[in-house]
């Protein structure tokens, strides 16, 4: 229906592309209420997609003027007023011309219903306003709590209790709503400024370790367990079991355990351990790698 304008193109990007598509739109009179009704009793009785074109591009300025009153959340322009215009379609497909109103005063519903939720599905990826109460209070906070401080006095701030008053929502709804709207969901690959090179993620610490450091360390673990597979040819069979099943195992087996095993006390399997942790380090003295083995 708006090929001709193109004004749903994602490719806009800047203010002078703005300012363009305004140029464009800005060439499509506006229609006189006679005009406007003959084609909406042409698009209503025979479906002429060409009367329907003509309502929708002789309106689309008033999508860009209502935009403007969202411009505060933070969104491009060009993304609500794309929003808009849907809204605009669905009004005019849904027009009914014999109720004698003009179509923009009942566009102006969908074109701000859409935009709403556009506002709030941006907003968080947690969902917000599932009540009517809350999507109303989403919308009128923020301008009622501008004009409470202003009635309130120079250095004063309107209380909670007040906003609720003024909005007739309960005092936690408003604490609840004015924490939401304190912070915003952002991608961390979102650039920090439109147009620069830098991203949020950029600014994350990274604690990956160099390949230099990872190799080391590979290379430090495959020395010490070399020492200790050297050490245990020395051992016993009780301190091999140790060795295996406590030191190196994933799922190391408790001392009470290991006495069971050997039929033999905990405080003799804590000494049996010592043993053979004493007997590694020494393997290890001059290696480098003293340390790697806590007594």
Same mark, same amino acid.
């Given at each position: 229906m708006l090929e001709k304008v193109n004004p749903m193109a994602t490719s806009i990007k800047s &203010?002078?592309?703005?300012d363009r598509y305004?140029?464009?739109?800005? *060439?499509?009179?506006?229609?006189?209420?006679?005009? =406007?009704?003959?084609?909406? =009793?042409?698009?209503? +009785?025979?479906?002429?997609?060409?009367?329907?074109?003509?309502?929708?591009?002789?309106?689309? /300025?008033?999508?860009? +003027?209502?935009?403007?009153?969202?411009?505060?959340?933070?969104? +491009?322009?060009? &993304?609500?007023?794309? =929003?808009?215009n849907i809204g605009l379609m669905m009004a005019v497909k849904k027009f009914d011309p014999s109720k004698g109103y003009r179509l923009i005063s009942y566009a102006v519903w969908w074109i701000r219903a859409y935009m709403q939720n556009f506002v709030m599905r941006s907003w968080s990826l947690v969902?917000?306003?599932?009540?009517?109460?809350q999507r109303k209070l989403f919308f009128k906070l923020r301008s009622e709590r @501008? *004009?409470?401080? #202003? @009635?309130?006095?120079?250095?004063?701030?309107?209380?909670?209790?007040?906003?609720?008053? #003024?909005?007739?929502v309960d005092e936690v709804e408003v604490v609840d709503m004015e924490m939401r709207l304190s912070s915003r969901d952002f991608s961390l690959d979102a650039e920090l400024q439109?147009?620069?090179?830098?991203?949020?993620? &950029?600014?994350?610490?990274?604690?990956?370790t160099d390949h230099e450091d990872a190799y080391a360390a590979l290379e430090e673990k495959q020395l010490l367990r070399d +020492?200790? &597979?050297?050490?245990?040819?020395?051992?016993?069979?009780?301190?091999?079991?140790?060795?295996?099943?406590?030191?190196?195992? @994933?799922?190391?087996?408790?001392?009470?355990?290991?006495?069971?095993?050997?039929?033999?006390? /905990?405080? *003799?399997? *804590?000494?049996?351990?010592?043993?053979?942790?004493r007997k590694i380090k020494t393997a290890l003295v001059g290696s480098g790698l003293d340390e790697a083995v806590a007594a």
């Open positions: &203010d002078n592309a703005m305004v140029s464009e739109i800005n *060439r499509y009179p506006i229609l006189t209420r006679q005009q =406007e009704l003959e084609l909406a =009793e042409r698009y209503v +009785k025979d479906n002429e997609v060409e009367a329907a074109h003509q309502l929708v591009v002789s309106n689309l /300025r008033f999508v860009v +003027k209502i935009a403007h009153e969202y411009r505060g959340y933070g969104l +491009k322009l060009l &993304d609500l007023v794309q =929003e808009g969902k917000l306003g599932t009540t009517q109460a @501008e *004009r409470a401080d #202003r @009635e309130a006095g120079s250095g004063s701030a309107a209380s909670t209790h007040d906003l609720a008053a #003024r909005l007739a439109e147009g620069a090179r830098q991203s949020h993620l &950029d600014l994350l610490p990274s604690h990956n +020492k200790v &597979d050297e050490t245990m040819t020395h051992l016993n069979e009780k301190e091999r079991y140790i060795v295996v099943e406590r030191l190196l195992a @994933e799922d190391p087996k408790t001392l009470q355990e290991i006495g069971r095993h050997f039929s033999i006390s /905990r405080e *003799r399997a *804590r000494q049996i351990e010592g043993n053979v942790l």
